[in-house]
C-alpha cells in the first residue's frame, strides 16, 4: 500500500468514524435544561428536550464542533495508519 492510499483510508475511516459518533447520544439532564449531546469527542449535534419555558424539540447543529470533531477523527487515524504504514516498511526511512 503506498503512502497515497494509506491517506485515503485514514482520511475514509476519520469521516466514518465522526459520523457515526453522531449515532451516539450523551444524555445531559440539566435542572432547566435536559438535551442529548451527539458526536465525540466534540458535540456538533444537540437535541433539546425540555428548556425552562416547557417541553420542546430542536435539533441544533454546530458547524465549528462538526470540523473540530472531525479534524480531531483526521489526526487520530492519521496517526494510526501512518503508523502501521511505517512499521510495514522494510527499510528505514532516511532524511
Same mark, same amino acid.
Given at each position: 500500500?503506498?503512502? !497515497?492510499?494509506?491517506? #485515503?483510508? =485514514? ?5 466514518? #468514524?465522526c459520523?457515526?459518533t453522531?449515532?451516539?447520544? !450523551?444524555e445531559?439532564? &440539566? @435542572?432547566?435544561y #435536559? /438535551?442529548?449531546d451527539?458526536?465525540? @469527542? !466534540? @458535540? &456538533?449535534?444537540v /437535541?433539546?428536550t425540555?428548556?425552562?419555558a416547557?417541553?420542546?424539540d430542536? +435539533? ?12 480531531? &477523527?483526521i489526526?487520530?487515524?492519521g =496517526? +494510526?495508519?501512518? $503508523?502501521?504504514?511505517?512499521? $510495514?516498511q $522494510? ?5
Amino acid at each position: 500500500m503506498s503512502l !497515497v492510499e494509506a491517506t #485515503a483510508v =485514514s482520511i475514509a475511516i476519520a469521516v466514518l #468514524a465522526c459520523l457515526l459518533t453522531g449515532l451516539v447520544g !450523551v444524555e445531559r439532564d &440539566w @435542572p432547566d435544561y #435536559a /438535551h442529548v449531546d451527539y458526536g465525540l @469527542p !466534540v @458535540p &456538533w449535534r444537540v /437535541h433539546v428536550t425540555s428548556t425552562i419555558a416547557g417541553p420542546t424539540d430542536e +435539533i441544533r447543529y454546530n458547524i465549528v464542533g462538526l470540523v473540530t470533531d472531525l479534524a480531531f &477523527w483526521i489526526i487520530v487515524m492519521g =496517526s +494510526i495508519t501512518m $503508523s502501521l504504514y511505517l512499521m $510495514s516498511q $522494510s527499510a528505514p526511512l532516511r532524511f
